[in-house]
């Protein structure tokens, strides 16, 4: 038997909806106190949501709630700013 068929494990982008491979997606978490960080490690507890390294994810799941409905928040205004800033960063000026 070849183990080279193991599970990949595949996860849904909140914007586009397409089913990637976990490590092509970036997990954002809604902490206790309400604020929703970037997960960079993938180990932080919480209510989750995944999303791809595209811009146009981005903004859907931003600029039209997608991820505060999956996140079943409200973002602040502090908080919608920090991810704008933190996905202009990762994905570049362009
Ligand atoms: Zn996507």
Not at 4 to 16: F, G, I, L, M
């Amino acid at each position: 038997m070849a183990l080279k068929d193991k599970h990949v494990p595949k996860r849904t982008c909140v914007a586009c909806r397409q089913r990637k491979n976990k490590a092509d997606l970036i997990h954002l978490v809604r902490s206790q106190d309400g604020i929703v960080i970037v997960d960079i490690s993938g180990r932080i507890p919480g209510r989750g949501a995944y999303i791809c390294h595209h811009r146009g994810c981005w903004e859907i799941g931003i600029k039209q709630n997608r991820l505060e409905y999956s996140l079943r928040t409200k973002f602040s205004s502090d908080n919608r700013q920090a991810l704008i800033d933190f996905y202009n960063k990762l994905l570049g000026g362009k």
